[in-house]
């Protein structure tokens, strides 16, 4: 079945420093999703992105789709404290589910 | 104030119990949606549904039980077949059934068996 991997598992940075996420599904996607957890919290969705080699941006955040569909990238620049959490990516299997990502977990050193 | 609520935000349950957890959407949301998240992991489905009285399983069904009696309400009950239940549980939901829309997730249950 569908898989959607996640690299790194965890980031440690130091604040101001920049951050990137990968990810990666082993077929290709009509759309993949990103969600925002916080430590203690629920997931809570940031952006989809549906066309290939799209770029969206949401302030720090910049979110790209690879050519292929396959994969997707979170780059966070300059980050903050309150940039701290899990961000998961997900993407539509065959059965048309949402696959999540492992999700990689971002701590930001003051 | 809409939105989807879980009920309640921590449970203890002694082993060899059953218990059930709340999810109630005011989205009208077709389809909702269970998952397990155990510390540091990703989100694991257990069951989903798309229609009132009619439900799936997901990948880690066994020891667990739903139903969907109403729209808004998909109730999941822990077993105590559910060799490993401590776990933080996530209900979520979206409008569209049968398509990967963009899913919003309740605050969560974070059950501790003792």
């Known amino acids: 079945g569908q898989q959607v991997m996640q690299i790194p598992q965890y980031q440690h940075v130091q604040e101001g420093e920049d951050f990137t996420t990968y990810c990666n599904s082993s077929t290709t996607l009509s759309n993949i999703q990103w969600y925002k957890q916080r430590p203690g919290g629920h997931p809570v969705f940031l952006i989809q992105?549906?066309?290939?080699?799209e770029v969206k941006k949401q302030k720090r955040l910049t979110f790209q789709f690879g050519e292929a569909k396959k994969n997707s990238s979170l780059h966070i620049t300059a980050t903050q404290t309150t940039d701290v959490g899990t961000y998961f990516c997900a993407g539509p299997n065959a059965g048309n589910m949402l696959t999540f990502g492992g999700g990689t977990r971002l701590m930001v050193k003051p | 104030d809409g939105g989807i609520t879980q009920s309640p935000k921590y449970l203890f349950r002694k082993e060899g119990q059953n218990v059930t957890l709340s999810c109630e959407q005011n989205?009208?949301?077709?389809?909702m949606y269970w998952y397990r998240q155990d510390p540091g992991q990703g989100l694991r489905l257990i069951y989903y549904?798309?229609?009132?009285?009619?439900?799936q399983k997901g990948d880690i069904a066994e020891g667990y039980s739903v139903s969907r009696e109403k729209k808004e309400s998909f109730p999941l009950t822990v077993t105590s077949a559910q060799k490993n239940p401590t776990a933080f549980y996530l209900c979520?939901?979206?409008?569209?059934?049968?398509?990967?829309?963009?899913?919003?997730f309740g605050p969560g249950t974070r059950l501790t068996v003792l």
């Open positions: 979520a939901s979206n409008s569209l059934a049968g398509s990967a829309d963009t899913q919003y």
């Open positions: 549904s798309q229609i009132v009285n009619d439900f």
């Open positions: 989205l009208n949301h077709d389809a």
């Open positions: 992105l549906v066309k290939s080699g």
